[in-house]
């Protein structure tokens, strides 16, 4: 499925970033999460293309096909935020509709926040908009995980997850993939275990596989981590402390386009801060959201485990807003 994608390869911000290229008319950026690539996105593309838009999808620095730094710093939000802008300036576009999963949904929305001139709109999957806190969002976890594992907090140390992950890149997607999914029994091995061990321990081997993605979609995946590494996208959760330093507007000021937010019912992240439903107000810091849809029985990998409803929903949006 994959060979059937237009790869290029455009130059922002001083590295270089793979992307699928699709379409054309008003320019859509695909941004992706942890641990994915462009090809998340697959059941998106021609939809949209097919609809009227010119639709681009990187692997983010780290990822794929596009550059790797080596450093921490590298990978904190003002890179991240000023590659999708110096692609949009390589795209030849004064500015671009941002549509972010996982990472690139705070990646997305803290973009149109801050350069508002460069995103005329923006839709945010899994992650919503969140008030800037008193305290980082790894110092928040800090203290509601004291006791327990997360799987951020664990993440911190360089090299720990590295080890894990890469000793069979395969088998560490297959169940990272599945545990976050709908089709999971349950979410208690994320968000109940005590604190220690590593982050695979506690996850079955599914089998089968849940059909939303093929041996050929994660072989594909497993593939470009198996040769990449997980350094680099790891190197994103090391830099939550920097970016509440660094950038102190993060999450100060109030998304004001057009946008949209879209999850599945059973995703972990509404629940990571116990006793609260971080789905219950998306449009709490978007003065204009257009459309909310939470899909039943869906969980973290949205786009993929219901691609009709997604798209339902970005087309519904995207035609509402440019």
């Not at 981590?225 to 190197?235: C, E, K, T, V």
């Not at 059973?266 to 107000?281: E, G, K, N, S, W």
Request: proline letters at 7%; one cysteine or more.
């Amino acid at each position: 499925m994959h060979a059937q994608f237009n790869l290029q390869t455009f130059a922002t911000n001083g590295i270089s970033l793979r992307a699928a290229v699709a379409g054309r008319g008003p320019l859509v950026i695909l941004v992706h999460g942890w641990p994915e690539l462009w090809s998340s996105w697959r059941h998106q593309i021609r939809p949209l293309a097919d609809a009227g838009y010119r639709v681009v999808v990187p692997d983010l620095r780290g990822y794929g096909g596009s550059d790797k730094p080596h450093a921490v710093a590298a990978y904190d939000m003002a890179s991240m935020m000023a590659d999708l802008l110096g692609l949009i300036d390589a795209l030849g576009e004064a500015s671009a509709i941002l549509v972010g999963h996982d990472w690139g949904a705070p990646i997305c929305w803290h973009t149109a926040a801050l350069f508002p001139d460069r995103v005329s709109a923006v839709a945010g999957l899994s992650v919503p908009y969140s008030r800037r806190g008193k305290v980082s969002s790894i110092e928040l976890w800090r203290q509601l995980y004291a006791d327990r594992f997360f799987y951020q907090l664990y993440f911190q140390a360089e090299g720990v997850a590295e080890a894990e992950l890469e000793a069979d890149v395969r088998s560490s997607l297959q169940k990272i993939y599945h545990a976050l999914s709908g089709a999971a029994d349950s979410l208690d091995p994320w968000l109940r275990r005590p604190a220690g061990g590593g982050l695979l321990e506690a996850l079955p081997e599914p089998s089968p596989f849940p059909s939303w993605l093929t041996p050929d979609d994660l072989d594909y995946v497993a593939a470009h981590f198996a040769a990449g590494g997980f350094r680099g996208p790891l190197n994103r959760y090391r830099n939550q402390e920097r970016d509440f330093t660094m950038i102190p507007e993060l999450g100060a000021r109030p998304v004001a386009q057009p946008s949209c937010f879209i999850a599945g019912s059973r995703d972990i992240v509404r629940h990571f801060i116990p006793d609260h439903d971080l789905y219950a107000d998306p449009a709490s810091h978007c003065s204009d959201l257009r459309r909310c849809e939470i899909i039943d029985n869906v969980g973290h990998w949205v786009q993929q485990e219901a691609p009709d409803a997604v798209n339902g929903a970005l087309l519904a949006f995207l035609a509402e807003a440019s």
